[in-house]
Structure formats: structure tokens, C-alpha cells
């Protein structure tokens, strides 16, 4: 499918924006892909198979992309071939219903009658179980047609021996089928477990009811409904995972690895959905499928790190150790960056020894992708699990070359240097960098160089000389160094004064929280004290999602009743072009109709007396009326005490 072809081969169209604006715009996530389908829909299929192209490559696994590919290529097209064969042989695309019943109908003209009937099984073996049911019936039907009652009979009892999204269409069928030759026969003695059968399935819709079957799967993040179809995977999954219609363990990892696969088609890009795969499989015992949901998920992520570390664990666990390797060596080919030369570092170190480790560290250390945090994760490497401090100090002193000007680079150092009690090379440390003009205002930095003198239990001479120094740097905000005094006694949280003296010592004004903080002498700590004056609740407005024209009413539905979740899905979505109602006027019409009250509300023959008596009788068992009548009693007696 994937050709050489650019988006600067469409040719442009008049009136509408060229394809290629629509295709950059679905990609950014500004518009529906059905908007650019149905640009796409009026031109002819070789001058846009490359915006297709394009579709597929970003969303490999959509369903929607194909449906519209298939509705465009001619029957005749010999480029519907290599499409169906695509369709055929993915492990994700090819458990999608719609797929197949297009596949399908396509064939039924093609192939004879034995042939298409081993298409059907094919289709009914790949598809997630639960939506087959269409592919079911259109089986049923083809059989009818052709007079094989043997084997209809066995299709009915097949696809009634689990359930399927249209269980009772099939019932009907079966039953409609077998009074033929017994008018006396129930549903109940053709299926044994068809009652628990049917409370399963009905278990199953209320949960997948909701779900989109033409949802993209685009990468986290990128559409306000994501969150929202996801949980309903999740939700679904979970009660499958509960094995309900309790199948033995071949027939359940089955229709797992069918449902997970289904997943996917939705959320392809999802190393968490990948990982739970795995993960559910690993807890089974099934080290081949933990394996394939792994590999898959390294194919569908790409470039992204955690699945592959996951996935080199997993290898490690099992002692597939040189596999395990390979996984971080295929990874350095794609991509070179920081944590994974420190995840494959402590990985040599774990395996190989420390002779492994001080090689790679040597190899990538002047890598451009390899950041300060290299170095400081080889030093501590050194120092903690090869018990080496020589080496450890000189990976620091190499680093700090290289690095004197990164603030977390040398509080690493220096927390390095104090835990190991090596005062000489802390204080020239200290001295080394503040004499630098970009590390002069880091206040940090300061902070912890007052608290080595103080812990140290030197002169309180040199304490009160290094504060002075530092008042010097930051004059406007401590003029009368009163902060240093407080950051001299304290210790972890304890301090000598509350927050509202602090606040005092600055006339009464408490900074605004912008303020940047190393421009400040007062305490960090200072600025994340809660206000006590302020008692009241606040929400945290960083978690609130921000609103744009795209979102569609799904990611509101959680809470809501079933049925009243199900009549808010069959309501248009996005901009609503038909004809608008007059609001007042059926409000009008709504308050002005007289509708007959209940008939259980009707007594006496409807008189007023009757229906007074029954409002009466239903108040009288009110529990919040008559809790109400006492209370005003009360106070009635109160007031004429």
C-alpha cells in the first residue's frame, strides 16, 4: 500500500481545502477524520491514495481508514486485493467484524459454496466473540439458502454456546427453525445454560454499549474522548478476565488474546494497554503470548522507552538474559538518550559485571543525547555497588568539567561529598562553583553551603562570614538578614518561628508567589507553607481539562443511568444542521396539555375527594413531610411559651 508518493502529489480541489490541509489538520487533531473522508469521496481513488497512504501509516490499526478505502476502490480495482490481504493477515485488523463482513460480501460472488463457507469460520475464529454475532447470522442465512440442515443446526448451537452482540436475534432464528419439525420445543431444552448464558451477555452490553467501533487510535492525549473509551475497555476487559462463562484454560486464554487484540485496534499506541496484555498472560503461565503481546506492543510503540524496558525485565525474570540485551541494543539503533544509557548501564551491571557497565559508560559518555543525569547514575554505581570511591569521585570531577554551570549536576556532587564526610573537597567544591558568575545567585546552592558550615560544627566566626557573603548577593530581598538567622536554627521542618512571624519581619506583605526564588533569601520551604488564615476549600484548577469545540458528549456519560446513557448516544454529535425547535413553544404545549393522572391514583370514580384522600394517605408515610410537621410544631409551642 505504501508507496513513494508525497502530499504534494494530490491535485487541488475547487472550493473545498486540498486534502493535504485536511489530513495536517486530523493529524493535529482539529478536525474529524470523516471530514476529510468525504473530501476524499469526490475525487478518484489513484489521485488521493496517497493521503490514504498517509492515514494508514499514522493509524495503522483503524478501522475506520479501511471501511472508507474499501467503499472507495472499485470492486474491479486490482488494488482491493492487496487491501484485503493486508485485512487478512493482520493479528489486530482482522478481529474487527466490520472488516470481515465487507471481506465477506466481497467473496460471495468470487468463491463456491464450500470455500465460503471456510471463509465464515476463519472470520468467526479471528473476530473478538463477543461481536460476531452479525457474522453469525449472515452465516445462518447463507446456509438457510443453501437447504443444509445439518449443518445449520450445528452453526445455531455453535454460536449459541457463548454470547454474542445479537444472542436473541439467533434465538429467535434456532427456535423459528427447530418448530418446524417440534412446535413444542423451548429455547430451554435446545440450550441447557441459556439463562446464564443471556445474563452474561447482558452483563457484557451494558458494558461495551458505549463503546465507539470507529474510534482512531491516536497516541495518549490526543482526543478529549480518549480517557472515556478507554475506561470502558478497561471496565469490559476486566469483567472477561473474571472468566464468567467459566471456559476451560485453553478456551479462555483464547478469547482473551481476541479481546486484547480487539483493543488494540482502538489503542494501539497505548504502552499500558500492551503491557496489561502481557501481563495477563505472564500471570497465566503463558511465557509464548507474554512474548507476542510484548513484541507487538514494541512494534506498535515505536520509539517510546517504557515498554521496551518492560519488556528486557520481563526477559531478565525468566533468564533470557542475551534476549534481554538485545532488546536495549535494537533500542540504541532507534534511538540513543540518557535513561537508556542508564537503564542499560545498571542492566550490564545487574548481568555482566562491572567491567560491562564502565564500558558503555565509557562508549556514550560524549554522546551529544547524554545529559549530566549519566554521570551522576554511573558515580553512584561506583560508589554503592562496586564500592569503588575513587572511581565514583573521579566520574563527578569528570562531569563537573562539563557541567559546572548545571545547578542539579552540582547538588548531586555536593550531597555526594557530604554524605561521604570529605569536608577539604566539599568546601573547595563550595568555593569552586560560587565563584563562577552563573552560580553566583543560586540560592540552593547557598542554602546548603551554610548548613555544611553549621553542621559541621565550625566557628560560628565562619558561619556569620558566610552569611554575610551571602546577604551580599541577595540584598533586596533579606536587606536586614533576618531570613539567614531563621535558616541558620532550623532544622528539617522545624523552625523557630510560624509563617505569620516570618511574614512580619517583611512589614506586614508576603511576597507574591511568582517571585523568583533564588532572587530570595527567605527559607524555599517558606513558600510551599499553607496560608492558615485562608481555611476555605479550593479545587486544584491544574487538573481541569480545557474546553474545546471538539469534545463530544461520550466523556460525559460516566454516572448516568443506563438507559438515559444509551438515549444520549443516539443524539447528533458536533454542529446540528437540521431544523431547529421553538423551545417556548413546546414548553407551552408541554404545561397546557392535561394528561389523565395514573390509574392507581384514580379511586371513588376520580373525585376530587377520592384523589385529595390518596395525596393525603401517601403524605401520612412521608417520612421528610411528617419529620417537617414536628419540627414546626415545636417551634409553634416555643413561641407561645
Not at 476524499?40 to 475506520?64: A, G
Not at 472508507?68 to 493482520?90: A, F, T
Not at 513558600?527 to 481539562?545: C, G, I
Amino acid at each position: 500500500l505504501m508507496e513513494d508518493a508525497t502530499l504534494d502529489d494530490i491535485p487541488e480541489t475547487n472550493g473545498v481545502p486540498p486534502p493535504e490541509e485536511i489530513f495536517e489538520q486530523v493529524v493535529n487533531w482539529k478536525v474529524d477524520a470523516d471530514k476529510l473522508c468525504h473530501e476524499l469521496r469526490n475525487m478518484q481513488y489513484e489521485n488521493v491514495k496517497v493521503v490514504y497512504d498517509s492515514c494508514l501509516n499514522l493509524f495503522p490499526s483503524s478501522v475506520y481508514f479501511y471501511r472508507q478505502i474499501l467503499d472507495h476502490i472499485s470492486i474491479e480495482d486490482g488494488n482491493i486485493k492487496e487491501v484485503l490481504k493486508v485485512i487478512r493477515n493482520d493479528s489486530i485488523l482482522n478481529t474487527s467484524d466490520e472488516l470481515w463482513l465487507w471481506y465477506i460480501d466481497y467473496s460471495t460472488t468470487k468463491y463456491e459454496y464450500h470455500m465460503l463457507n471456510n471463509l465464515y469460520e476463519e472470520a468467526i475464529a479471528k473476530v473478538s466473540p463477543f461481536f460476531s454475532g452479525n457474522i453469525w447470522l449472515k452465516y445462518i442465512k447463507r446456509v438457510k439458502v443453501a437447504e443444509d440442515n445439518d449443518l445449520l443446526r450445528n452453526v445455531y448451537k455453535r454460536a449459541l454456546k457463548l454470547p454474542n452482540d445479537k444472542y436473541e436475534a439467533i434465538v429467535n432464528s434456532y427456535l423459528e427453525f427447530e418448530k418446524e419439525s417440534n412446535p413444542n420445543v423451548t429455547i430451554e431444552t435446545l440450550v441447557p445454560d441459556y439463562n446464564d448464558i443471556l445474563d452474561v451477555k447482558n452483563k457484557m452490553l451494558e458494558k461495551v454499549i458505549l463503546l465507539d467501533k470507529y474510534f482512531l487510535a491516536a497516541p495518549p492525549g490526543k482526543r478529549p474522548d480518549q480517557f472515556t473509551q478507554y475506561n470502558l475497555w478497561k471496565k469490559y476487559i476486566e469483567y472477561e478476565e473474571e472468566n464468567p462463562l467459566n471456559l476451560d484454560e485453553e478456551d479462555y486464554k483464547n478469547r482473551m488474546h481476541m479481546i486484547y487484540r480487539h483493543c488494540a485496534l482502538y489503542f494501539y499506541k497505548y504502552q499500558d494497554h500492551w503491557y496489561n496484555m502481557a501481563d495477563f498472560f505472564n500471570e497465566l503461565g503463558d511465557v509464548e503470548n507474554t512474548k507476542l503481546s510484548y513484541q507487538k506492543g514494541l512494534e506498535a510503540s515505536g520509539e517510546e522507552y517504557l515498554l521496551h524496558f518492560l519488556y528486557s525485565e520481563y526477559l531478565e525474570n525468566i533468564n533470557e538474559v542475551e534476549e534481554a540485551k538485545k532488546v536495549y541494543e535494537n533500542l540504541l539503533q532507534v534511538k540513543e538518550d540518557t535513561i537508556i544509557f542508564i537503564n542499560y548501564m545498571l542492566f550490564l551491571r545487574r548481568n555482566f559485571g562491572k567491567t560491562d557497565a564502565r564500558m558503555l559508560f565509557l562508549k556514550y559518555r560524549r554522546n551529544p543525547n547524554a545529559n549530566f543525569q549519566f554521570y551522576v547514575a554511573a558515580a553512584t554505581l561506583e560508589y554503592y555497588t562496586n564500592e569503588d570511591l575513587k572511581s565514583s569521585r573521579n566520574i563527578f570531577e569528570l562531569g563537573l568539567s562539563k557541567y559546572i554551570t548545571e545547578s542539579k549536576y552540582i547538588m548531586e556532587y555536593i550531597k555526594f561529598l557530604f554524605n561521604i564526610n570529605d569536608r577539604n573537597n566539599l568546601r573547595v567544591l563550595f568555593e569552586k562553583v560560587l565563584s563562577r558568575e552563573e552560580n553566583r545567585n543560586d540560592q540552593e546552592i547557598w542554602d546548603y553551603y551554610q548548613k555544611y558550615e553549621i553542621m559541621c560544627m565550625n566557628s560560628l566566626k565562619t558561619v556569620k562570614e558566610l552569611e554575610k557573603r551571602k546577604c551580599e548577593v541577595f540584598y533586596k530581598s533579606d536587606p536586614t538578614g533576618i531570613f539567614a538567622l531563621v535558616q541558620r536554627f532550623r532544622f528539617l521542618d522545624l523552625w523557630p518561628c510560624d509563617s505569620k512571624e516570618l511574614t512580619s519581619f517583611e512589614g506586614g506583605k508576603r511576597p507574591n508567589k511568582s517571585t523568583d526564588q533564588k532572587e530570595s533569601r527567605k527559607p524555599k520551604e517558606f513558600w510551599e507553607e499553607k496560608n492558615e488564615s485562608d481555611q476555605s476549600a479550593r479545587p486544584n484548577f491544574d487538573l481541569l481539562a480545557k474546553y474545546e469545540k471538539e469534545m463530544i458528549h461520550m466523556g460525559f456519560l460516566q454516572g448516568l443511568p443506563f438507559e438515559l446513557s444509551e438515549f444520549i448516544t443516539t443524539l447528533p454529535q458536533g454542529k446540528w444542521e437540521g431544523p431547529l425547535v421553538n423551545l417556548e413553544a413546546v414548553i407551552t404545549i408541554t404545561v397546557e396539555t392535561k394528561i389523565d393522572p395514573p390509574e392507581q391514583v384514580r379511586t371513588e370514580k376520580n373525585s376530587d375527594r377520592g384523589i385529595k384522600r390518596d395525596r393525603d394517605d401517601r403524605h401520612r408515610s412521608d417520612v421528610y413531610r411528617n419529620r417537617q410537621a414536628r419540627k414546626y410544631e415545636r417551634r409553634s409551642k416555643r413561641r407561645k411559651t
